[in-house]
C-alpha cells in the first residue's frame, strides 16, 4: 500500500506545483525583500501548548527558543552539557545561593539593555504565570547590581541550572509586553507577526549581538497533517521542514535535499488514568496493557527504524538511562493470564473479555500533530485485541481539553522530551509525583514522591543517578505508565538551506548561521 502513499504524494505535489505556478512562487532565496525561508512545522500549534511564542504561556517558550527568539542563560550541548549563553559564568554559593554574571554587551530586540534587573523582572514574571516554573525554580528572592544576578532559592535546587535552560526560561524584555502572544527576546531573529495554528513571520534582528543573522525573513507555517507537509517540501511551498512524517523519508533521500538526524530522549509514552471509574484503575490491566505492545515492532516497522524500543522514562546510556531498570516485554501470553486470574474473561465468545458485566474497552487518548503517534495507537488496538481487549481510539487535536474529563480516557498517548535539561527530575515532578503539573491520571505513589524529595535536594550526579533509577522502578512495577519508543529526531530541507540542524535537547532550530545560498 506504501506505493499508494507515495503515488498520492506526488500528484499532491503536482496540484501544489500548479497552484504555485498560478499564485508565484514563495521559494527560498534571494528575492525583493532579501534572503528569505519558510519552513513548515507540524508542531508548532495549540494542541501541543504552543498558542505563541511568549515563553510563559504554558510551552510556548519551545516555539521561542527553536526560532530564534528568545535565548536562555546557559544552554545544552548535543552532550546535553551546560555550557554559558547570556551568562557568562556562575557560581553556587551555598546550597540555596546562585550568583550569575551577564554578558554586557546583549540589547532585547525593543533596544533595552539586557542587565539583572531585566532578567530579575523576567523571572518574576515566569513564575507569576507559570505554575510548572514556579514549581521548577523555587526561587525565594533575587537581586539584581548591574550584570550581576543572585537567586535566593526556598529550598536547596541542585538543577536549578538545568531547569534555567528549559524554554519557559527564555530571557525577554517584560516592559516590551506580550501583545497577541510576541514576545520582545535577545536571539536572531524578531517576532512580528502570528496567527495561532497557522503561521509565525520573523525578521532579522539586526543588532543581535551574536553576529548578524543571514536570512532577512522567515516564515514558519504550521502544517499538521503529514502528507500535506511532504507535498509542500517537494513543492517548494516550504524549503525546510520539521516533524515530517518517518514514511515520507523515502522522498528526501537524494541529492536535493540535506536530512539533519539525531537520537534525543523524546519519547512516545502512555499514562494510566487511576480515576476509580477508569478501566486501568485495575492493575491487572495496566500490567497487561504494558505486557501487550509490541514496541519492536512499532519501531522496525512503522517508525522505519527512526527510533528505539523504550525500557524506562529515560534512553539507554546516562547513568540513569531505562537500560538499567527492568520493564514488561512483549508477552501477549502472559499478559492474557494476568487477565484471566483478574476474572476478565470471554464469557460470550465475541473475543472482547468482561468482568462482572463490563466489557474490557480501552479509551485511548492521543492527537494527530506528533505523525507516529496515531500509528503506535493502531498497532496497540491490534495487539491488545489479540489478548481480548478492546481499544477505542480517539485521535483529536483537542486532547488537551479531553484529558481533563477523566471519565473520556484510559491511556493518554503523547511524545515528550524526557530529559530535555540534561537531569532526569524534570520527567517526575512534570508528570509522575503527586504535585505533578501533568499528572492528569492522578498517579500517587507515596514512595516516589519520598525518593523525589531526596533527589530535588541532592548535590551529587551520581547519587542523584541512583535516585532516579530507583524512581524509574516505582512507575514501572506500578504500571502507571507504559514506554513505547524513543526517536531520532529530523529536520529536512532542501539542498541550498545550510546550517538547519537537529539537537539532542531539540531545541536550537533557528540560529544566526541558518542560510540559503
Given at each position: 500500500m506504501k506505493w499508494k502513499k507515495m503515488l498520492a504524494m506526488a500528484l499532491g505535489v503536482c496540484l501544489s506545483a500548479g497552484i504555485l505556478a498560478g499564485c508565484g512562487s514563495n521559494s527560498a532565496g534571494q528575492g525583493n525583500g532579501g534572503k528569505v525561508l519558510t519552513i513548515g512545522d507540524t508542531t508548532f500549534n495549540s494542541s501541543n501548548e504552543e498558542p505563541d511564542v511568549n515563553p510563559h504561556n504554558a510551552y510556548a517558550g519551545w516555539a521561542c527558543i527553536r526560532y530564534g527568539i528568545g535565548e536562555t542563560l546557559i544552554k545544552y550541548a548535543d552532550n546535553m552539557e551546560i555550557q554559558p549563553w547570556l551568562a557568562t559564568k556562575w557560581e553556587n554559593v551555598d546550597a540555596r545561593?546562585?550568583?550569575?554574571t551577564l554578558r554586557d554587551d546583549v540589547n532585547f530586540s525593543s533596544g533595552r539593555k539586557l542587565d539583572a534587573a531585566a532578567v530579575k523582572q523576567c523571572f518574576e514574571h515566569l513564575i507569576a504565570?507559570?505554575?510548572?516554573?514556579?514549581?521548577?525554580?523555587?526561587?525565594?528572592?533575587?537581586?539584581?547590581?548591574?550584570?550581576?544576578?543572585?537567586?535566593?532559592?526556598?529550598?536547596?535546587k541542585p538543577a536549578l541550572l538545568n531547569y534555567l535552560g528549559d524554554p519557559y526560561a527564555c530571557i525577554v524584555d517584560v516592559d516590551a509586553g506580550f501583545d497577541k502572544g510576541l514576545a520582545a527576546g535577545t536571539g536572531p531573529y524578531i517576532a512580528v507577526d502570528m496567527k495561532t495554528d497557522d503561521h509565525l513571520t520573523l525578521k532579522k534582528n539586526e543588532n543581535y549581538w551574536g553576529g548578524t543573522p543571514k536570512l532577512d525573513k522567515i516564515t514558519i507555517r504550521t502544517i499538521t497533517d503529514?502528507?500535506?507537509?511532504?507535498?509542500?517540501?517537494q513543492s517548494g511551498e516550504v524549503q525546510a521542514a520539521y516533524g515530517m512524517a518517518y514514511e515520507s523519508y523515502?522522498?528526501?533521500?537524494?541529492?536535493q535535499y540535506n536530512i539533519s538526524q539525531i537520537s534525543t530522549s523524546r519519547c512516545f509514552f502512555g499514562k494510566m488514568n487511576f480515576a476509580p471509574e477508569s478501566i486501568c484503575a485495575d492493575p491487572a490491566v495496566r500490567k497487561a496493557i504494558s505486557m501487550g505492545i509490541d514496541k519492536e515492532n512499532f519501531v522496525d516497522k512503522l517508525l522505519e527504524g527512526n527510533g528505539f524500543p523504550a525500557n524506562g522514562v529515560f534512553p539507554a546510556g546516562p547513568a540513569f538511562g531505562g537500560d538499567k531498570v527492568k520493564a514488561e516485554k512483549f508477552d501477549p501470553e502472559g499478559a492474557k493470564q494476568v487477565l484471566e486470574a483478574a476474572g476478565w474473561v470471554d464469557s460470550d465468545g465475541d473475543g472482547i473479555r468482561e468482568k462482572n458485566g463490563r466489557k474490557l474497552v480501552i479509551k485511548w487518548l492521543t492527537y494527530p500533530s506528533r505523525q507516529e503517534l496515531p500509528l503506535l495507537a493502531e498497532s496497540v488496538q491490534a495487539t491488545l485485541k489479540d489478548i481480548g481487549m478492546q481499544v477505542e481510539v480517539n485521535n483529536t487535536a483537542d486532547n488537551n481539553q479531553v484529558v481533563k474529563d477523566s471519565q473520556a480516557w484510559d491511556v493518554y498517548a503523547m511524545a515528550n522530551v524526557q530529559a530535555p535539561t540534561g537531569d532526569p527530575e524534570y520527567w517526575?515532578?512534570?508528570?509522575?509525583?503527586?504535585?505533578?503539573?501533568k499528572n492528569q491520571g492522578k498517579y500517587q505513589s507515596a514512595r516516589l514522591d519520598t525518593l523525589e524529595n531526596q533527589l530535588s535536594r541532592e548535590?551529587?550526579?551520581?547519587?542523584?543517578?541512583?535516585?532516579?533509577?530507583?524512581?524509574q522502578q516505582v512507575v514501572l512495577d506500578d504500571h502507571a505508565f507504559v514506554f513505547c519508543s524513543?526517536?531520532?529526531?529530523?529536520?529536512?530541507?532542501?539542498?541550498?538551506?545550510?546550517?538547519?540542524?537537529?539537537?539532542a535537547c531539540d531545541y536550537y532550530q533557528?540560529?544566526?548561521?541558518?542560510?540559503?545560498?
Open positions: 545561593t546562585w550568583k550569575f504565570n507559570n505554575k510548572r516554573a514556579a514549581q521548577d525554580l523555587q526561587i525565594d528572592s533575587m537581586e539584581a547590581q548591574g550584570q550581576e544576578l543572585t537567586i535566593r532559592t526556598k529550598e536547596p503529514g502528507n500535506t507537509l511532504a507535498n509542500a517540501l523515502p522522498l528526501f533521500r537524494n541529492e517526575f515532578t512534570v508528570f509522575a509525583t503527586s504535585t505533578a503539573t548535590f551529587d550526579p551520581a547519587k542523584r543517578a541512583q535516585l532516579a533509577l530507583q524512581m524513543f526517536l531520532k529526531m529530523s529536520m529536512i530541507s532542501k539542498a541550498n538551506v545550510k546550517n538547519y540542524t537537529s539537537h533557528v540560529t544566526a548561521d541558518l542560510d540559503v545560498e
